[in-house]
């Protein structure tokens, strides 16, 4: 072990590790994670596991026992995006395993930092259909960043220093490891690798000086550009780099659904969320610029609406990405940088030229100032985005507020106004339900002094409702806002618009008291169903020291606008009655 590894563990009060000591595989990649400064571990325990569980008693970790195995990976993944830190996970063998695929498909599609271990049985035993035998590796290959079966404990360290290495470099990922019950139960001399190398990985794109020379000069010439930036900021910890050249350069900023809360929403750069249910002046921003910048965006279907054709008509692009697989992959692009946007954003600003764009922004403030999100209000008749409102203003912004999918998902990307990195989790690229309230407890677990709301859904929540027992059990002060309409809220929209009012299977009338149900949990629950009483209950919630729901049932016919019609584009967007 390496002397600043010893100063590590003696600084951050780990156990002391012994090398060379015959251990278990399951005490290797215990010893593995204090290796990596892993501190809370996510998950539920079955027979291939046994062995990892029998060495975590009484161990150095916080273990925090889900009641579901998605619970355990959504609340991993709140945990990661919420700190920038691999959030780690165990599952067994079979369902154990299976149940983790949806989040790490979740953590697949948004970029994030997961180390998901699950159990296996012996290998003597693969390939017979053995008692919950499934073929975990093979079912994740493609929504993992890479998938490890570990054939031979001596191998066991080597993988593990590895798979956190690849989940957190480059374009950060989800990475599964496999242990077989026969590899955790042998035996072999402890060791640990001081450094990964891994033959074809690049695990750093910095930018050359021409790529940095050629995005300056195309940005220079423009006098019409925007800003686009990704869920990329975030990862790469670029809001100062980006906060700083866009001031310098005068360049207005859009964020991106994952990159919300990457650039001040409250600045007068700011031109908030673009797309399908996007801001009015976000979208004819794009329509109407003359170089559009991406900076860690992927140009998804959400904000081409599929017509990449169409998409930016007047505009050349600027793509930087860490990635290079993105670079011309949905757009045709001008100049591409492949590269991490934070080093390739700190060597652009001393060399940046302020753009000729006063009257590009006056124009911005102008249709900012005339089509703002709004909505109409009606009495004492709780609407959804006043809901959201209340919590951003009685917040001041300063929550970090999770969300599951659907029509809570919109408002609250447009209604609250993110000002920090890591303030906004949600599910961008699968749209998974039930990832809300997980994440939200595994981000108060990684923040246990900050305020964290987790704004659900009625039909959402109900899918990891039962978490509910971990709040109440270790007493995480999450703040469950339930945006309750009784029903599948964007479903009913496009049924609404789309299907000639048909709604089909779209009823949630029969979903539980979820007052009484967070009460059986032993959970304070609240109910507000005018604005007056949701100022009154939801002020009681945040005085509250531990874990609320509170029930807000607000009108079941309203809908999310502006928006974009699937296959239109970004110039026939719907405003809506008003």
């Known amino acids: 072990m390496s002397v600043e590894m010893a100063e590590l563990q003696k600084k951050n009060g780990m156990p002391p590790i012994q090398f060379g000591e015959e251990v278990t595989g399951a005490e290797t990649l215990l010893r593995c994670l204090i290796l990596e400064q892993v501190e809370y571990i996510f998950g539920y325990p079955g027979g291939a596991v046994l062995p990892i569980y029998d060495s975590l008693y009484g161990s150095y970790f916080k273990h925090i026992l889900t009641r579901h195995e998605q619970g355990a990976i959504h609340a991993a993944d709140g945990y990661a995006r919420a700190t920038g830190k691999p959030g780690v996970c165990i599952a067994t063998s079979g369902p154990g395993a299976t149940n983790l695929v949806t989040g790490i498909a979740t953590a697949q599609m948004d970029s994030v930092p997961l180390v998901c271990i699950t159990g296996n049985v012996a290998q003597s035993l693969i390939g017979t259909d053995a008692f919950q035998e499934a073929n975990i590796t093979g079912i994740t290959i493609p929504i993992t960043k890479h998938s490890y079966f570990v054939r ?22 989800p990475v599964l490891i496999d242990i077989p019950k026969d590899v955790a139960n042998a035996t072999a001399p402890f060791t640990y690798p001081d450094k990964v190398e891994i033959r074809g990985y690049r695990d750093t794109l910095v930018p050359t000086d021409e790529e940095v020379q050629a995005f300056v000069t195309a940005i220079g010439e423009a006098k019409r550009p925007v800003i686009l930036a990704g869920g990329g900021i975030i990862a790469s910890k670029a809001e100062a780099e980006l906060l700083a050249f866009a001031e310098k350069a005068r360049i207005p900023v859009i964020n991106t659904f994952m990159g919300l809360g990457g650039f001040p929403g409250t600045h007068e750069l700011a031109l908030a969320m673009p797309g399908m249910h996007g801001n009015y002046t976000a979208n004819q921003a794009l329509l109407n610029a003359d170089c559009v910048i991406g900076l860690g965006a992927r140009f998804d279907d959400r904000i081409t609406m599929g017509r990449t054709k169409e998409f930016a008509p007047k505009a050349r692009i600027v793509h930087v990405d860490i990635d ?164 599948l809220g964007m479903v009913r929209q496009w049924q609404e618009l789309f299907y000639d009012n048909r709604y089909s299977q779209i009823d949630l009338t029969c979903s539980p008291d979820f007052v009484k149900l967070a009460e059986a949990y032993g959970v304070k629950g609240l109910r507000a169903t005018t604005p007056e009483e949701a100022e009154a209950v939801w002020a009681e919630a945040l005085k509250h020291d531990g874990p609320v729901v509170v029930d807000f049932r607000v009108a079941q016919e309203e809908n999310v606008y502006p928006m974009v019609a699937s296959g239109d584009t970004l110039d026939q967007m719907e405003l809506g009655d008003d």
């Open 152 to 173: 031979d404990i001596r191998d066991l360290p080597r993988i593990v220093k590895e798979a956190f290495h690849i989940a957190t470099t480059g374009r950060p990922g």
């Open 324 to 487: 290079p697989a993105e670079l011309g992959k949905n757009v045709e692009t001008a100049v591409t940088v492949a590269g991490d946007v934070k080093s390739t954003l700190a060597k652009a600003i001393p060399v940046a030229r302020t753009c000729d764009s006063e009257a590009w922004i006056s124009q911005l403030k102008e249709w900012q100032a005339q089509y703002p999100y709004k909505y109409k209000k009606d009495g004492d008749v709780l609407k959804p985005q006043a809901v959201i409102e209340l919590l951003y203003s009685s917040t001041d912004g300063e929550a970090i507020v999770t969300t599951d999918v659907g029509q809570h998902q919109m408002w609250t990307a447009q209604y609250y106004k993110f000002k920090h990195p890591r303030s906004f989790i949600s599910s961008g690229g699968l749209g998974t339900m039930g990832f809300g309230f997980p994440a939200a407890i595994g981000a108060q677990i990684a923040h246990p002094d900050r305020t964290v709301i987790s704004v659900v859904g009625d039909g959402g929540f109900q899918m990891t409702n039962q978490e509910l027992a971990i709040v109440s059990q270790y007493n995480i002060p999450v703040k469950v806002a339930i945006v309750n309409n009784q029903c």
